[in-house]
C-alpha cells in the first residue's frame, strides 16, 4: 500500500531550479536509498517531503501522504503529519537534540504531542524505547543530556525519537555519515532491525554508495536536482543505465575493492 | 633525489620516539607512547577512529604542538621549539577542509605564494609567480587561477589550492590530516589520484592521516591502526588489510561498508 508519493516534485529558490520532475512512491515495508552528490537535491527533496523547506523556496508538484496532497498546505496541517506519519532523522543528532532538556523527555515529547499520553505513560515509553534502540541502562540514560552521551548513542536516541509514534515512513538523511565506521555499521544493523520490526517505510539518503546498497532493495539516483536512475538496487549496481550511476558505481566499486582484505593495496 | 639504498635501510626523515601528550584537564592521554618512523620515499598511512590521537600525532610531527614527553625529530635533530625554517620548508601539510583553510580575502596566486612569502625563498616577485603558475599546473590547475578567489572554486578544486600551497616550497614530506573526508566520492577519487601522481613524479613522502583505511590503502604502503592513543598495529598496508592481526584492526576491516563482492570484483 503506497504511503507517501511524489508526482514531479520541482523546487526552486526564486527562479533557480534546485530539484526538476521528481517521482516516486514508498510503499509500506519498501527500503529506499536516495543517492547523490553535494548539491544533488537530494536533501531538498527529504525537506520538501516533511513540509520543512527553507523560506523563500517553492515547490510544485504533488507530495500525496496517506491519500491526501500536502504541497502547499500551511504549517498547521503538516504539523499533523511530521513526526506522527512521517518522522525524520538527520546526519548530526545534536543539532536535532535540544542541548538542554534529557534525552528521555525529548523521545517523550512528540509521544505526549501526538498520542495524548500523560507525563509518566510518555517517559515510560521512552526508557522502553531506549531498550529497543539497545542502549545501555536505559533508567538512567534517560535523564542524560545530548552532550553527555556518545554520537553514536545519541543518534540512537535520535531513531527512538523518530519511531516512537510509529510512524509510516522513516526518512534517514545521511544518518551515519558523522559517525566512526564501527559505529556507522552498528547503527546500520539497529536500523535495519527497526524497519524490519516495526514495517515502516525507509527513505535512506546518502552520497555512500555502499552503505545505501547495504540496507535498501530500491535506489533512486539523483543528479542536479533530477533522477537520473530508479531501479532495484541489484539493477543498477549491475546494469546501470545513466552514466552517472555507472559512474557512481565504479567509483564505489574501486573504493570498495582496494579496502578488501583480499588483494587491497596491492595495486601500489 | 635518486637514493640506489632500499627504502627499509634509509633513515627516517621525520620520526617520533614515545610520544605522550596529554591534555589539561583530561584524564587519559591523547597519545600514550608512540613510536613513529617516517622513511624518504615511504609515504605512511595512520588510520583509527575519533579520539584515536592521529590528529595529535600529526599535529606532534608538524611541530605545531609539543608531546608531554618523547621526542619528535627531523632528519636526526630534535625538533626544537621554534621550527627551523629547514623544517618549515621541507614540511607541509594539508588539512580537511579546503573552505576554512582558504583565507577568502587572498587571490589564489598569494595564497599559493605565502609559504614562500614567509620562508622568504623563492626568489623574487617574478621567480615567485613563475613557481605559483608551475605548482598551480601541477595541481591541474591552469595558471590564470591565480587571479580568482576561493569562493569561485569547488571544493576539490579548493583542496588543489591547498595542495598547491603546500608543494609551493618543494617539501620533501606532505603531512594530509583527512584531505578527502570533506569531498564527493568522485571528486575524492581525483584528488586521491593527484596525490599519488605528485608522490611518483615529485618524490614525496606523504603521512596521511584518516579515518578510511580504503584511501590509505591506495597512498601508503605503511601503514599504523591507531586506537586510543597507542598504536595497535603497524605494518605493510598489504599485509595489515589482508592479515590484520590485532582485534580492532579487524573489527574496522569489518565495518567498512561493501559493495556485493561479485561485482567488485567485476569492475
Redesign the interface.
Known amino acids: 500500500m503506497t504511503v507517501l508519493e511524489t508526482t514531479g516534485l520541482s523546487i526552486a529558490l526564486d527562479r533557480e531550479p534546485l530539484v526538476r520532475d521528481v517521482s516516486f512512491a514508498l510503499d509500506t515495508r519498501d527500503r529506499v536509498g536516495l543517492i547523490g ?2 548539491g544533488s537535491g537530494k536533501s531538498l527533496t527529504a525537506l520538501a517531503l516533511l513540509g520543512l523547506l527553507p523560506a523563500g523556496m517553492r515547490a510544485s508538484g504533488r507530495i500525496v501522504i496517506d491519500g491526501r496532497d500536502y504541497l502547499g498546505a500551511p504549517d498547521r496541517q503538516w504539523r499533523r503529519v511530521r513526526g506522527r506519519t512521517v518522522s525524520i532523522v538527520f546526519q548530526e543528532p545534536l543539532t536535532a537534540l535540544d542541548p538542554l532538556m534529557p534525552v528521555g523527555r525529548q523521545i517523550a515529547g512528540p509521544l505526549r504531542l501526538h498520542q495524548g499520553l500523560n507525563r509518566s505513560d510518555a517517559e515510560r515509553r521512552a526508557i522502553e524505547w531506549c531498550e529497543r534502540v539497545h542502549l545501555p541502562d536505559p533508567a538512567r540514560l534517560v535523564r542524560a543530556l545530548p552532550h553527555e552521551i556518545s ?1 553514536g548513542q545519541r543518534q540512537r536516541v535520535a531513531l527512538a525519537m523518530a519511531l516512537a509514534c510509529r510512524p509510516r515512513v522513516l526518512i534517514a538523511d545521511e544518518p551515519t555519515t558523522a559517525l ?6 552498528q547503527i ?1 544493523a539497529l536500523l535495519d532491525e527497526l524497519i524490519e520490526e516495526t514495517g515502516v517505510a525507509l527513505l535512506f539518503i546518502s ?5 545505501v ?2 540496507l535498501a532493495r530500491h535506489l533512486l539516483v539523483m543528479r542536479d536536482g533530477r533522477l537520473v536512475e530508479s531501479g532495484p538496487v541489484d539493477d543498477v ?2 546494469r546501470p543505465r545513466s552514466d552517472y550511476a555507472r ?20 595495486d ?1 | 633525489m635518486s637514493e640506489p639504498m632500499p627504502a627499509e635501510g634509509r633513515e627516517p626523515i621525520l620520526s617520533g620516539h614515545q610520544l605522550t601528550r596529554q591534555f589539561a584537564g583530561r584524564s587519559h592521554r591523547a597519545l600514550d607512547g608512540v613510536d613513529v618512523a617516517v622513511r624518504p620515499g615511504v609515504s605512511l598511512g595512520i588510520v583509527g577512529e575519533s579520539g584515536a590521537g592521529k590528529s595529535t600525532l600529526l599535529r606532534l610531527l608538524l611541530g605545531v604542538d609539543r608531546p608531554t614527553s618523547g621526542e619528535v625529530r627531523f632528519a636526526g635533530q630534535p625538533l626544537d621549539r621554534a621550527r627551523s625554517r629547514e623544517f618549515r620548508r621541507q614540511v607541509q601539510v594539508v588539512f580537511q577542509d579546503p573552505r576554512s583553510s582558504l583565507n577568502p580575502r587572498m587571490s589564489v596566486a598569494s595564497i599559493v605564494a605565502e609559504p614562500l612569502r614567509s620562508l622568504r625563498i623563492g626568489g623574487d616577485r617574478a621567480a615567485r609567480s613563475a613557481r605559483v603558475a608551475e605548482v598551480l599546473t601541477a595541481v591541474g590547475l591552469r595558471p590564470e587561477d591565480g587571479r580568482r578567489y576561493p569562493h569561485e572554486f569547488s571544493g576539490g578544486q579548493r583542496q588543489r589550492i591547498a595542495i598547491a600551497r603546500a608543494l609551493a616550497p618543494a617539501p620533501r614530506v606532505l603531512l594530509a590530516d583527512e584531505p578527502v573526508s570533506a569531498l564527493d566520492v568522485s571528486v575524492r577519487l581525483q584528488i586521491i589520484d593527484l596525490l599519488r601522481d605528485l608522490v611518483d613524479r615529485l618524490g614525496l613522502t606523504l603521512v596521511l592521516v584518516s579515518h578510511d583505511l580504503a584511501i590509505v590503502s591506495q597512498l601508503c604502503p605503511e601503514v599504523l591502526v591507531m586506537r586510543h592513543g597507542r598504536v595497535v598495529e603497524r605494518g605493510a598496508t598489504a599485509d595489515v588489510l589482508t592479515r590484520p592481526v590485532d582485534g580492532y584492526t579487524r573489527a574496522l576491516l569489518a565495518a567498512i561498508p561493501q559493495l556485493p563482492t561479485d561485482l567488485v570484483e567485476e569492475q
Open positions: 552528490e553535494s554520537g566512526d565506521v564501527t559505529v556507522q555499521a546500520l552520497h555512500d554508495l555502499p552503505v546498497a547495504g549496481l549491475r559512474q557512481l558505481v565504479t567509483s564505489a566499486a574501486r573504493v570498495t575493492r582496494l579496502a578488501r582484505p583480499a588483494g587491497g593495496g596491492e601500489r
